[in-house]
């Protein structure tokens, strides 16, 4: 399976801009980009994915790069609700039947 | 739309026994993955149903089985029960279509093994 690498924690401060990276350098070429985030006592939620160009949503922004070895999440204005484990996936393909191969992820802490 | 139901929510077991941890999908999905969290840990999967058929399995023991329902609802079994089996098992649906569909998670099963 595919792996990702990500900082196991970052702070930011509330309004302020965040950005998250993650390494993926045995991407192929077919793997999507998946992020999900899970909040204290709760599932995972889906953020965003991506295969090749940026993406925007309501959440957040993914930015990947050229050679695609590497992403990052951008929320644009943190509140103290983004405050959780987010997880960089590569969503592995196989039949059309998926799995997540979620790592540690990085902990966003949220200042106000 | 109720999203990805499981019940119960916590649960307390002693080894040895065995343990049935139920999931009920969103509206339009028929497929369930079932995945396990360790603490401080990110889910591992353990295997998906669709068609009431296992499709796919992870790295876990046969202790670990599953059904699908017609209804696509699923049931998580574990028996033998070991201490490390204590861990947040987490059910997920999604549709099936071309393979990049998101997945929606419940909120888990906390199971306890004593």
């Known amino acids: 399976d595919a792996k990702t690498t990500q900082p196991n924690s970052m702070e930011s401060n509330e309004e302020e801009p965040v950005h998250l990276p993650c390494n993926h350098s045995t991407i192929s070429g077919t793997d999507y980009i998946h992020w999900y985030r899970q909040l204290p006592s709760q599932g995972p939620e889906y953020v965003i994915h991506g295969l090749t160009s940026n993406v925007n949503n309501r959440m957040a922004s993914l930015a990947i790069a050229e050679d695609r070895k590497s992403s990052t999440l951008i929320l644009h204005r943190a509140t103290l609700r983004d405050a959780a484990v987010y997880y960089c996936i590569l969503r592995v393909l196989n039949t059309g039947f998926q799995k997540l191969v979620f790592g540690t992820g990085t902990r966003l802490l949220v200042s106000p | 739309d109720a999203g990805v139901t499981q019940s119960p929510t916590h649960l307390i077991k002693t080894r040895g026994q065995q343990v049935t941890l139920r999931c009920s999908p969103k509206s339009g999905h028929d497929t369930v993955s079932w995945y396990q969290q360790a603490l401080g840990q990110g889910p591992q999967f353990i295997f998906q149903y669709y068609e009431e058929e296992e499709r796919q399995r992870g790295n876990f023991p046969d202790r670990f089985s599953g059904h699908q329902f017609p209804n696509y609802s699923s049931e998580l079994n574990v028996n033998a029960l070991l201490l490390g089996d204590s861990a947040l098992y987490l059910c997920?649906?999604?549709?099936?279509?071309?393979?990049?569909?998101?997945?929606?998670f419940g909120s888990g099963t906390q199971l306890s093994v004593l």
């Open positions: 997920a649906s999604s549709p099936t279509g071309t393979g990049d569909e998101k997945l929606f």
